[in-house]
């Protein structure tokens, strides 16, 4: 019961965020080299470890508040279904193997998992209660995500602008997350999160709307303006799939009332799912045989 709920906290849906460090593999047009697809998949199951490990610490320092969650009430450490003990010695011994293999795939990359761990752990204990700078640091660990990939492929090709593109979509995600919870708990809002006290609907509102305009605008000036893209500019015929999933995103937030769990809407919604995998072929295509 244990390992059963250990691997519940560890949160194995949530590890699809993960594939974020794929983009330097894929736009550095390295995709079908072998050795850095090994290098790349092997970078992506200790992320997945120490994100799993992130999750579990979040769970504990967390235990009081969830236990008073509509939904999060039913999480093994809050429903008690984890011992404490057990999920505190995995928090420990989890990154104590996994961090040493980082540096052996390549120092850079086991700063960037070490840098990711020590940012986690200081927004599970005190930076998630501070407005902005929580939404700003889930955003960094996207960032993060697709920075971890970039050693691992000896990236040559791979563009800033990408970077720019994933902070703004992340922020995007982080600002309609925080307005699932601030519609779910209502009144009670404040007892699960000192920060949605400083949030209301109208701010995270607004903010959604310029960081979706800033989204949509900074993707289309990466598709003709990255120096490392084919010159004939077909990468632009990849901006409609952007827009759809975007567009898409904001209607599940605002109407269907999701926005909680960006990855179970990852994971549930077919016209998302359709639009994701549209774009990844196309941009395969550009790249790889168009350019």
Not at 137 to 153: D, E, K, Q, S
Not at 233 to 253: D, E, G, K
Request: charged fraction near 15%; hydrophobic fraction near 55%.
């Amino acid at each position: 019961m244990s390992i059963a709920g250990l691997i519940r906290t560890m949160r194995p849906k949530q590890w699809t965020k993960n594939i974020f460090i794929f983009a330097a593999l894929t736009f550095d047009v390295k995709l079908l080299n072998v050795y850095y697809l090994v290098r790349t998949l092997a970078g992506f199951v200790l992320l997945c470890l120490v994100s799993g490990t992130v999750y579990i610490i979040n769970d504990l320092a967390d235990v009081e508040k969830d236990r008073q969650h509509p939904r999060k009430c039913n999480r093994p450490l809050a429903s008690g279904q984890l011992s404490p003990s057990v999920a505190v010695v995995a928090a420990v011994v989890i990154p104590l193997v996994v961090l040493p293999l980082g540096y052996l795939l390549t120092p850079t990359f086991g700063a960037i998992l070490t840098g990711y761990v020590l940012i986690q752990i200081a927004y599970s204990f005190w930076l998630k209660n501070v407005v902005i700078i929580d939404v700003m640091l889930i955003a960094t660990g996207f960032v993060l995500r697709v920075a971890a990939g970039v050693p691992l492929v000896e990236a040559e090709r791979f563009s800033p602008w990408l970077y720019i593109c994933m902070t703004l979509l992340a922020l995007l995600i982080g600002f309609g997350k925080r307005r699932h919870e601030l519609v779910l708990l209502k009144e009670n809002a404040n007892e699960h999160r000192k920060s949605l006290q400083e949030y209301n609907l109208s701010l995270l509102d607004h903010a959604i709307s310029i960081v979706t305009a800033s989204t949509l605008l900074a993707y289309a000036l990466y598709t003709f303006s990255a120096p490392n893209l084919p010159p004939n500019h077909t990468m632009m015929l990849t901006i409609p799939f952007i827009l759809y999933a975007i567009f898409r995103y904001l209607y599940l937030i605002h109407v269907k009332g999701m926005g909680g769990a960006p990855e179970e809407i990852a994971l549930s919604d077919r016209p998302l799912q359709a639009a994701f995998a549209l774009w990844g072929l196309s941009v395969v295509v550009v790249m790889y045989f168009l350019g």
